[in-house]
């Protein structure tokens, strides 16, 4: 009703409805075109508020890379866990990668897929971020082949993280693909070199 006050919210609950709402304005106005006052507007909130939770638009950016990229990392995780051997493994990681990237095309453009024009501390962080998305793979490979050396292992995950998101960036481009299909193209770009490493356990 008019002149109710206003919901009072928990801190963590208010924080997630302002990245979810931020994620929505970065995709419709990209990250140059959008301002703290539109994320202010698409949350229903003032823009005091938001500066109670974040310092500026880049904090803003980031956290909304943050949760997205922790979102695709356990994702990717949690698939190539349900299933056991190396190979299905990796299928199965490129199958739910490949989902997020339909499902959520947009999102992922701005945050993944060079889609925003970001500098300084902010491009610093993306890459933080890449970089430890590579090394969730890492231990993946690890997992399938203990018999690696650490700086192996992760020099292979840096390659299947980059083949991917280049990957990923050209199926944005062909949208007719099925995602199957780009599952299996990866699978044959990647696995003959880590069917060969996965051998060599033990």
């Known amino acids: ?51 109670k939770y974040f310092a500026d638009k880049d904090e803003i950016y980031l956290e909304c890379l943050r949760v997205a990229r922790g979102e695709l990392d356990a994702a990717v995780v949690a698939a190539a866990g349900g299933v056991e051997s190396p190979e299905e493994q990796l299928r199965a990681g490129l199958r739910s990668y490949f989902l997020f990237v339909r499902d959520r095309g947009s999102t992922w453009d701005v945050l993944f897929g060079g889609g925003a024009a970001v500098a300084g501390r902010v491009a610093e962080a993306a890459s933080r971020h890449r970089y430890e998305t590579a090394e969730v793979i890492t231990a993946l ?14 020099t292979y995950a840096h390659a299947v993280s980059g083949a991917g998101e280049q990957a990923a960036k050209w199926w944005r481009r062909h949208p007719h693909i099925e995602t199957e299909v780009m599952v299996e193209r990866l699978m044959d770009v990647l696995w003959t070199g880590l069917e060969r490493i996965a051998e060599q356990n033990g």
């Not at 490979?141 to 992760?154: E, F, Y």
């Open 1 to 51: 009703m008019a002149g109710e006050p206003r919901r009072r919210l928990a801190p963590e609950v208010r924080r997630a409805q302002l990245v979810s709402a931020a994620e929505d304005v970065f995709v419709r106005l990209g990250y140059q075109g959008a301002a703290v006052e539109d994320i202010a507007a698409a949350a229903g909130v003032t823009r005091t508020l938001i500066y």
């Open 141 to 154: 490979i690890l997992g399938a082949a203990p018999h690696l050396d650490q700086d192996s292992a992760s």
